[in-house]
């Protein structure tokens, strides 16, 4: 008889487990949410131990949903870090400037290097046209001038 307890307290425990929600959130997030080597998205997964499902880029569904399982109580808890971050996003502005492309690789310097610094000084994310003869380089930060 005991046994049996157990395995009813752990379906119960497993059907807790498996409450599920969805997050509808701009695919031109999903990056930032994954992160590096998804650093980010592991980092949310360990802290409220919960699974998190993004969209497959291939599938004819819906981009924008993330699904996250887990008990009620953490998945909610994941759905709020991972606002939080969107919201964070959404401040973000972004801007193109031309810049020649001739001139791009002296800018982005050795393995990066020099792009890098630029980066981590103003704290923004600067994007080259890849492999294109486009002069149109993308600046996205946060809007904290004034």
Known sequence: AV???QSTGEKEDRALKSYSLNLTVDHRHHSKIIGKRGA????IKDEH?????????????DLDVITIVGYEASAEAARDTIMKIVA???ERVSDTIEI???IH???????????????EKFAVDIKF?????SNTVTIEGNNNHG
């Not at 980010?40 to 980092?43: L, Y």
């Not at 690789?105 to 980066?119: F, S, W």
């Not at 046209?129 to 003869?133: F, L, R, S």
């Open 3 to 5: 046994v049996s307890t």
């Open 40 to 43: 980010v998205i592991n980092k």
């Open 49 to 61: 131990d919960v699974q998190i499902k993004m969209p497959d880029r291939n599938s004819t569904g």
């Open 88 to 90: 964070e996003l959404e």
């Open 100 to 102: 020649d492309s001739r």
């Open 105 to 119: 690789a002296r800018l982005i310097g050795q393995r990066g290097k020099t792009i890098r610094k630029i980066m």
């Open 129 to 133: 046209p890849g492999g294109e003869n």
